[in-house]
């Protein structure tokens, strides 16, 4: 079974400032998608960005960028200048090709932004 | 275009008793996957419809079950509650199983 890991309940980072979040997973399977995924105070649930596995660069969204280690099973979100609305909650989420449209998700994340 | 609504947006119910929850995808979607989150937790997979048919289950028990009607919209229904069904219930929608999965804001289930 996949498991989804997200070792950092709480973050915090001062506007225009970078930030890191981390996520761990593991599966033994070899074709699968990983996702960032925002959850504001609204709740709805925002994807940030996805990596494809059989991709070895890794993906880009504007200030959002992961650094993607296949042999290390790691995959974290780095958020360039730092803006307010960045605050959320973040999710790695895990989803096996094989299993479309089943989603993984790790604990999540609490990034305050602050001003 | 609208996006995946779902409704009621909040709902009270007794221990005990049946509720039902709604979600109608993306416009052009046809895949409809349920999930439930807990309080400062991640949202777990409860269960997938495509195509009318439930395709995939996650680890829950037979009192959820669900439906997806012909225009792709479905329902979740959850029998019998439990104090630990008390969670916000979030539907995904996506075209076909392997694209990207868009939320609506969920329904928040409180029993009492």
């Known amino acids: 079974a996949q498991t989804v890991t997200q070792s950092q309940p709480e973050m915090s980072v001062q506007e225009a400032e970078t930030v890191t979040l981390s996520c761990t997973y593991d599966?033994?399977?070899?074709?699968?998608?990983l996702f960032w995924y925002k959850q504001p105070p609204s709740r709805q649930m925002i994807l940030v960005i996805r990596?494809?596995?059989?991709?070895?660069q890794n993906a880009t969204e504007n200030r959002f960028s992961v650094n993607f280690q296949k042999a290390a099973k790691s995959f974290s979100l780095k958020i360039s200048d730092s803006q307010l609305g960045d605050t959320a909650m973040y999710f790695c989420?895990?989803?096996?090709?094989?299993?479309?449209?089943?989603?993984?998700f790790g604990q999540g994340t609490e990034l305050s932004v602050k001003p | 275009d609208a996006g995946v609504t779902q409704s009621p947006t909040h709902l009270i119910k007794t221990r005990g008793q049946q509720v039902t929850l709604r979600c109608s995808p993306k416009?052009?979607?046809?895949?409809v996957s349920w999930y439930q989150q807990a309080l400062g937790q991640g949202p777990q997979f409860i269960f997938q419809?495509?195509?009318?048919?439930?395709?995939q289950r996650g680890n829950f028990p037979d009192r959820f079950s669900g439906h997806q009607f012909p225009n792709y919209s479905s329902e979740l229904n959850v029998n019998a509650l439990l104090l630990g069904d008390s969670a916000l219930y979030l539907c995904?929608?996506?075209?076909?199983?392997?694209?990207?999965?868009?939320f609506g804001q969920g329904t928040r289930l409180t029993v009492v």
């Open positions: 419809y495509y195509e009318e048919e439930e395709r």
């Open positions: 995904a929608s996506s075209l076909r199983q392997h694209t990207e999965a868009f």
């Open positions: 416009s052009g979607h046809d895949t």
């Open positions: 599966t033994s399977e070899n074709n699968y998608y």
């Open positions: 989420a895990f989803m096996n090709y094989n299993q479309g449209g089943k989603l993984i």
């Open positions: 990596q494809e596995a059989y991709k070895q």
